[in-house]
């Protein structure tokens, strides 16, 4: 089992800035793609972002192409999602996850997930 640990949520004002992190439990974590969602009240969990096994690779939903970035730090353990020029509608949980195969962008092909992080961001 690979368990992620999500912190760095917190509250912003709108066009702040927040890094967010996830800290897996072992190396495994390294072998394998890594995505950040998120799930606002009353909305659909949504995909925000994903990094290859080796951070060669990164994808972004449109909406926050441009302001977040994605990375890893394999020596770490460790998966963060820069958050810049942060929008009220980014207001989220915010949950990183483990894919062990399957589609980058579709929730239900991630194995893995933390307990999430908080993110509000005011107007």
């Known amino acids: 089992q690979v368990h992620l640990v999500e912190s760095g949520g917190g509250l912003v004002q709108a066009g702040g800035s927040l890094e967010l992190s996830c800290a897996a439990s072992d190396r495994t974590f390294n072998n394998y793609g890594t995505g950040w969602f998120r799930q606002a009240p009353g909305k659909e969990r949504e995909f925000v972002a994903a990094i290859g096994w080796n951070g060669r690779s990164t994808h972004y939903v449109d909406s926050v192409k441009g302001r977040f970035t994605i990375s890893r730090d394999n020596a770490s353990n460790t998966v963060y999602l820069q958050m810049n020029n942060l929008k009220p509608e980014d207001t989220a949980v915010y949950y990183c996850?483990?894919?062990?195969?399957?589609?980058?962008?579709?929730?239900?092909?991630?194995?893995?997930w933390g307990q999430g992080t908080q993110v509000t961001v005011s107007s």
């Open positions: 996850a483990v894919d062990l195969g399957g589609q980058y962008y579709n929730s239900r092909s991630y194995d893995y």
